[in-house]
Each structure stands twice: as C-alpha cells, then as structure tokens.
C-alpha cells in the first residue's frame, strides 16, 4: 500500500462522539443546554466577560465588525497574508480594507507599517494571529489607543497563544476564534465571538439570532440580524474539544518539534520562525523554501508519493475582486509577495507519527534534489 499522509485530521475522541450522540437523543438540536456550557467553558479557558458561539469564524468576523457600527467607506488596517475572510468581513459592511506588509520573520502585520495608512476615515485595527504566531499586540495597542481606533482581533488560527503570558483574544474590543476541522480544535463548522464589553456581547448575540432582542420575544426583531447561530450538535463537540485543547496543543508543539529536528540544517528549507517567548499555538506547519527550489515542483513530486501540502496563503490584495474593487496590483505589498511564493504547508496534525514525519522530510529532500538542490 502506498503511503497517503493528509494535510490535516481531526482528533476526535468516542467520548465526544458519545456527546454528541446524546445530544441526537434529545430534542434539543438547537438552542439548548450544550452552546450555553460550551460558551462559558471557552470563556473560562481564554480568561474574558463574554463569549458569543456561531456558525463560523467568517460569521464570528462579520458580527464584530457589525457590533463595531463599521459603515460605508470606513477603513480597517489590517493584513494581506491570511485567510480571505478577515478581510472580507470588512467588505461585508462595504468598508475598505488598508494592507499593511507583513514582517517577514513573523509573517504577521508589521506594525511600524500602521501608523502611515491611518486617515480620519480609518476605524479599526484588525491584526491577523496567522499560523497561531502572536501579533506584536504592545505598539498595535498603543498605536490605536493614539488614534482612537478598535482594536478586533482575529484568532481564528490561534487558540491558546500567548503574548506576554496572555493569550490572544483578549488585547481587542472583540475578539474571534473558528472551529474548521483543520483548526486546533473543531466543532465541524463553528466559530465564536469573545469580549469583555457588555454591549458588543450583547449586539453579537441579538445579531446571531435574526436582531432578536435579549427578552427573545418571539418575532421581535429589534435590529438587522443573522442566521448564524451554532447547533447543539456542534457544540457538544466543541465541550469536548476545549476540555482537550491544552492536551491536543501539546501534540501540535510535539509534531512541530519533530518536524524542526529532521528538517533543520536542510539547505533550501527555512523552519517556522517562533518569536522568542510567546506561545506559539500550533495552527499548521508552515516551511519556506530557498529561492532557487520550486515550490510547485516540490508539491506535484510530494503528491506523487502520497503526501499533501498547499501554499499557505495566497496575498488577499491580489484575489481577482481585490484587485478589480481596489485596483491592487502585484508589488503592492512585496514582503507579502514574496512569501506567499515561497512558503508550503506540510502534513500536520495531532497524531501524525514520527514515522512519517521521518518520510515527508526525506521525500523533502528526494524532491529538491530532483530538481539539481
Ligand atoms: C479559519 C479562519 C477564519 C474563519 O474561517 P471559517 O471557515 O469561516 O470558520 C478566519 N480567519 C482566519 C485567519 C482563518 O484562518
């Protein structure tokens, strides 16, 4: 049998599958017991007032930009390298996304780029934790607490991270976390809203419930509203996994770790760089490559040995609507660029064994070096 590696899996224990089976026997599949305690765990766990459960972490995004009061023509900074709907969630309210380039040590918004984009339309500061890496949070705090502006962070790729010894989630005015089966823990689709603010809790809340108000009177709905409620059956999975999650964060950093020994003194192979002491929350594993390896070249001959890997990201400002909406153009954020081109996600989750971390990385090499490295 030829070896099939995928690019994540999630880690489900029959314990949870038994939670969720309980959940199928009683008739509560939506608005019931299992969000309310799944909420307070989470609360709990990140150390802050509220948390709003959702159906996504794009929804989770969107309601904080909602709770925000984000209009027509008002400007969030935020990054270029992440997943396309931290960005989005800004266009949502027909807002105008402003791309700081990213660091390129960190990959995360370099914050020295900030201050320069500001203008008196700009509202926000939405800082991206890509790969489960901290933002620099000390000057993103001082620099909006200067300028008036909201500080929203998404976490969606970071659970469990700290900086300073605090974790992400909790420097902003709201803060989102997603719960994708490839993330850190999964409740199938889910995402949640985290805040220590009463009235964007609040908002959140009435928002994800079709504009319902707080007495939850039957068809009274006292603001624009959502669908974007998460079921019992996911959140019974999410009870589950965050009563897991410093245990399955704990394999990530082993996984990682293993990666680092075997791939470390490779010439062409950059390992993930982890800012000296921040907690890193391992989302996925994340290498970049020498400028004379061809990345894509590398991907098709890992795949004819069974093993998945993707370039992580692709630079948000050079999406087809980006560029026609905004008039983006390549070399607009070059850092950005540039490691976009650079960079391949490999195999990674819980358990995947030593075995064949032991088999990517000499797949790795066998690769590169079919291309003369
Ligand atoms: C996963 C993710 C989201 C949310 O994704 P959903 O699929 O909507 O749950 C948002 N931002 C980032 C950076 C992500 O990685």
Known sequence: MPRKISLSSPDITESEIEMVNNVLRTKHLSMGPYVADFEKELADYIGCKHSVAVNSGTSALHLCMRAIGLKDGDEVITSPFSFISSSNCILFERGVPLFVDIDPLTMNMDPAGIEEKITEKTKAILPVHIFGQPCDMAPIMKIAEEHDLVVIED????????????????????????????????????????????????????????????????????????????????????????????????????????????????????????????????????????????????????????IDTRPYFSPLHLQPFYRSEFGFAEGDFPVCESIAGSTLALPFHNNLSEDDIIYVCQSIVSGLREQGL
């Not at 996994?241 to 680092?260: F, G, P």
Request: aromatic residues 10%; hydrophobic residues 40%.
């Open 155 to 306: 976490a969606c790729e970071a659970i469990g991270a700290e900086y300073m010894n605090k974790k992400v989630g909790t420097f902003g005015l709201a803060s989102t976390f997603a719960f994708y089966p490839n993330k850190q823990m999964t409740t199938g689709e889910g995402g949640m809203v985290v805040t220590d603010d009463d009235e964007v809790a609040k908002l959140c809340r009435s928002m994800r419930n079709q504009g319902r108000s707080e007495s939850n009177i039957w068809l009274a709905h006292e603001r624009l509203g959502y669908n974007y409620r998460m079921d019992e059956i996911s959140a019974a999975l999410g009870l589950g996994q965050i009563r897991r999650l410093e245990d399955m964060l704990a394999l990530r950093k082993k996984v990682a770790e293993t990666y680092n020994d075997h791939l470390s003194g490779q010439e062409h192979v950059e390992i993930p760089y982890v800012i000296p002491g921040v907690k890193m929350s391992w989302f996925v594993y994340v290498i970049r490559l020498s400028a004379n390896a061809d990345r894509n070249k590398l991907m098709e001959y890992l795949a004819s040995v069974g």
